[in-house]
């Protein structure tokens, strides 16, 4: 739950370095993705992720997976940067790390903000096309051919390489590492760590510094039940209810029934 996760008041940051870490759900899923890819065409597969350096664990686990390459982008000057400056950032590692990439995968949404901004966002600033929440792709020379659940249909789509897509939950049944392959990929792990300095960021263009958005508090909303006894005639019941929620329901459904009410009382 969001307000189970630690979160920094003053800064109005997400302290990841407290937080449990794990491969986020979709992420594994695009990884999954990637895999299928290289099995039938080929290319190498370079995860990156920003994070605190623990980050570095998911880097080792996509390894074990198959992955070629981890790169870890960290430094104090990255931390709580909200997803404008957080796709910016990846961006600036993707043109220093795989400038001729043909294919960016990203998870459709992560499982703590969930804002699924990151992904499109990373498309603007990488200047190519991007789909969101693929559920199926195949690729035909340098044309991707995607299918995505739309509202209640399939939608086909078809882009040109380079390019990105954000996958879906619903995709695929991402791998599991198996013990003697972990073991190899902790032991030798073709991880790179990379830090602001590294991309030519300047600490103001990210970061909390960097940011647009502020995020004042987190908290889960719970809901408060309470039980009120109305005793008298219908209409003595229906006026109590006007005065006591006239002006709630008006707002909810943005009409004033307060004064429609009293207009019409006979
Ligand atoms: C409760 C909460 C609410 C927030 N609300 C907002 C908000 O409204 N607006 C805002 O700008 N920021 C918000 N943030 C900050 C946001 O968490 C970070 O910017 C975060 O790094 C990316 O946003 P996301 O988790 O929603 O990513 P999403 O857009 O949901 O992620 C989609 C995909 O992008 C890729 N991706 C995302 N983050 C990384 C990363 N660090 N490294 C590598 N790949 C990545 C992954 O493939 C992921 O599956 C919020 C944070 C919290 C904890």
């Known amino acids: 739950m969001v307000s189970e996760l630690p979160w920094d008041s003053k800064t109005g940051t997400l302290r990841r370095d407290l937080a449990e870490g794990m491969m986020n759900p979709a992420c594994a899923n695009a990884l999954e993705a990637a895999f299928q890819i290289k099995r039938r065409y080929g290319g190498d597969i370079i995860t990156i992720t920003m994070g605190p350096p623990m980050a570095e664990e998911v880097l080792y686990e996509a390894t074990a997976m198959g992955a070629d390459r981890g790169v870890l982008l960290t430094d104090p000057y990255m931390a709580g940067g909200d997803t404008f400056v957080t796709s910016h950032t990846l961006a600036r590692a993707i043109e220093k790390e795989c400038p001729d990439f043909d294919l960016v995968l990203c998870g459709c949404h992560t499982s703590d903000s969930e804002t699924a901004q990151v992904g499109p966002q990373l498309a603007e600033e990488l200047d190519i096309p991007g789909v969101a929440y693929v559920e199926q792709l195949e690729i035909n020379n340098r044309t991707v051919r995607m299918q995505r659940l739309s509202d209640n249909f399939f939608e086909t789509l078809e882009m040109d390489l380079p390019g990105l897509v954000t996958v879906t939950t619903q995709a695929n049944a991402p791998r ?78 943005k009409k004033d029934l307060k004064t429609h009410y009293h207009e019409k009382k006979p």
Not at 185 to 199: H, T, V
Not at 211 to 225: E, F, N, Q
């Open 176 to 253: 599991y590492p198996s013990l003697s392959v972990l073991e190899t990929a902790f032991g030798k792990p073709d991880i790179s760590i990379l830090g602001a300095a590294d991309l030519g960021l300047e600490p103001e263009t990210i970061g909390v510094q960097g940011s647009p958005t502020k995020i004042l508090d987190v908290y889960s909303s719970t809901a408060k039940k309470k039980n009120l006894i109305m005793k008298g005639t219908a209409k003595k019941i229906v006026d109590e209810v006007f005065e006591k929620f006239g002006d709630r329901i008006s707002g909810a459904i």
